[in-house]
């Protein structure tokens, strides 16, 4: 900290407990203790049981979280691969020319999710490309939605990358696609797993646009619990909650090491 009288410090961990734990740390506390109760007490939850998580473990719940893993996966692929070709693009282009790619990607994130699952429904319903009712076009809205971000990550470690290694790559007779897979893309891995990291949690928590465009074979997890909490299954809903954070929050873990490896390479 820059504070280095010990009461002020003591004052900022107490001003930090008292807006963190009723802001951030209360509610996933809740959720957690809802997901193994029954029935409301005052003000918390109780009435201890495992029966919501038995019902995921023996129903369709499985099918819902795979759903939101493979959506989430392959939506981050797709997204990591156009977001981080864009960000490469737009870097060998002139400032006008980087300003018109940056608004093109931002666009998606500057309209409500639920106008990109609209125009998706129109745009392919017909032939052609007809997607409505596949599990394609939730994967592609999902695609569309958090591409922005893996631009936007990418581009600001492109930035930041010191042109003298490729320079000297080329100065020594490599091509440019050498340079490209073996000096410019090593250099960026740490950028790209934290934009990986990123557009996976976001595809596994979005719901406005899934709503619109997800077949009845296709039920990600999000669906699912807003399904079950508008029905009242509140405390069923809460333990579906529970296991959408620990997957995304175990994959996010297993993204950082990575990113951590990749950073000491």
């Not at 201890?48 to 893993?69: K, N, P």
């Not at 490469?88 to 980087?98: F, I, K, N």
């Not at 490309?129 to 569309?144: E, K, S």
């Not at 042109?163 to 050498?178: I, K, T």
Request: charged share 10%.
């Amino acid at each position: 900290m820059l504070v280095h009288s010990r009461a002020a410090r003591w004052a900022l961990w107490a001003l930090f407990l008292v807006l963190f734990l009723p802001l951030f740390a209360l509610p996933f506390l809740v959720i957690l203790a809802a997901s193994f109760s029954t029935t409301w007490s005052g003000a918390f939850p109780s009435g201890a049981t495992l029966t919501h998580y038995q019902d995921i473990a023996q129903g369709d719940s499985l099918d819902a979280l795979t759903a939101s893993l493979v959506t989430a996966f392959a939506a981050g692929v797709l997204a990591l691969a156009a977001g981080t070709w864009a960000a490469l693009a737009a870097d060998a282009l002139r400032r006008r020319g980087r300003r018109v790619i940056d608004a093109l990607f931002m666009l998606p994130v500057a309209v409500p999710s639920v106008v990109v699952g609209l125009s998706l429904l129109v745009a392919f319903s017909q032939p052609p490309i007809l997607l409505n009712g596949t599990r394609q076009i939730v994967i592609a809205a999902h695609a569309i939605l958090v591409t922005a971000f893996a631009y936007q990550s990418v581009s600001a470690a492109v930035a930041r990358l010191d042109p003298a290694y490729e320079q000297s790559a080329a100065s020594l007779g490599a091509r440019p696609w050498y340079v490209l897979l073996r000096v410019k893309l090593p250099l960026l891995l740490p950028s790209l797993t934290a934009a990986a990291g990123l557009c996976f949690a976001l595809s596994m928590g979005e719901l406005s646009a899934t709503m619109m465009l997800y077949p009845p074979d296709w039920l990600p997890l999000p669906v699912k619990i807003f399904a079950a909490t508008d029905r009242g299954a509140l405390f069923a809903g809460a333990a579906l909650a529970v296991v959408l954070m620990a997957a995304t929050l175990l994959v996010l873990l297993a993204v950082g090491r990575v990113r951590t490896r990749a950073s000491y390479r």
